[in-house]
């Protein structure tokens, strides 16, 4: 067969990590940590899996440490034990990937990404962009966010020095990241998302012709 090189993102760590560390006894990597015991999820993380997987956990650590820290002053250990305790929807990690097709279910009401996003212990949506702001472009990343808005749940742009929304214009690395991102968003067009599959890529883009924005 044909050979792929690996980049550093999530396909490589699913080929190289998940699949052989949950291989023995067919489970998600979640359930394989907890000891089957599972979590109410706190937060979906919205992101694209062809993303810098190093960066990817960069940008996790710092909305965690950030969200510990939102209403309290309180030094890094502290909030680093915070954050740690935060339970998160990773779609890698929490779906089976042994039994993909069983757990997508035959629709996009019976898939875990709607499922989880409608949960009540579900409290916000992060999406976790790079400098190309790629997750947007994506499909299920697009019909992320349409399901966050339908819920009327927060939902956060989240990047590898914090969260957008919140970053203050202290530094000039903030400064150029709020301007970069300021300026991607301004050409972004759903109707250029992509997905792995056709299928449903079609499905996605049928539920989002009924998206009406706010306005803002």
């Given at each position: 067969?044909?050979?792929?090189?690996?980049g550093?993102?999530?396909?490589?760590?699913?080929?190289?990590?998940?699949?052989?560390?949950?291989?023995?006894?067919?489970?998600?990597?979640?359930?394989?940590?907890s000891?089957?015991k599972?979590?109410?999820?706190e937060f979906?993380?919205?992101?694209?899996?062809?993303?810098?997987?190093?960066?990817?956990?960069?940008?996790?650590y710092?909305?965690?440490?950030?969200?510990?820290?939102?209403?309290?002053?309180?030094g890094?250990?502290?909030?680093?034990s915070?954050?740690?305790?935060?339970?998160?929807y990773?779609?890698?990690?929490?779906?089976?990937?042994?039994?993909?097709?069983?757990?997508?279910?035959?629709?996009?009401?019976?898939?875990?990404?709607?499922r989880?996003?409608?949960?009540?212990?579900?409290k916000?949506?992060?999406?976790?962009?790079?400098?190309?702001?790629?997750?947007?472009?994506?499909?299920?990343?697009?019909?992320?966010?349409?399901?966050?808005?339908?819920?009327?749940?927060p939902?956060?742009?989240?990047?590898?020095?914090?969260?957008?929304?919140?970053m203050?214009?202290?530094?000039r690395?903030e400064?150029?990241w709020?301007?970069?991102?300021?300026?991607?968003?301004?050409?972004?067009?759903?109707?250029?998302?992509?997905?792995?599959?056709?299928?449903?890529?079609?499905?996605?883009?049928?539920?989002?012709?009924?998206f009406?924005?706010?306005?803002?």
């Amino acid at each position: 067969g044909k050979l792929w090189a690996l980049g550093t993102n999530l396909y490589a760590v699913e080929k190289l990590l998940i699949r052989p560390q949950t291989a023995s006894h067919r489970v998600s990597m979640s359930e394989l940590w907890s000891g089957g015991k599972g979590n109410l999820i706190e937060f979906f993380i919205s992101h694209f899996w062809g993303e810098d997987f190093g960066e990817f956990v960069q940008s996790t650590y710092r909305f965690g440490l950030h969200h510990a820290g939102r209403n309290v002053d309180i030094g890094r250990e502290e909030a680093n034990s915070v954050a740690s305790a935060m339970s998160f929807y990773i779609c890698a990690f929490s779906n089976n990937q042994w039994n993909l097709k069983a757990e997508l279910g035959n629709s996009v009401e019976e898939s875990p990404f709607y499922r989880v996003l409608h949960a009540p212990s579900t409290k916000m949506v992060v999406m976790n962009v790079d400098q190309y702001a790629t997750a947007l472009l994506r499909a299920w990343c697009g019909f992320e966010f349409y399901v966050t808005h339908s819920c009327g749940k927060p939902f956060l742009l989240n990047t590898r020095i914090g969260p957008l929304q919140e970053m203050k214009v202290d530094t000039r690395i903030e400064e150029v990241w709020i301007r970069h991102m300021f300026e991607v968003l301004q050409d972004l067009d759903i109707q250029q998302a992509q997905a792995t599959k056709q299928s449903d890529l079609d499905m996605i883009l049928e539920q989002l012709k009924s998206f009406k924005g706010t306005g803002a």
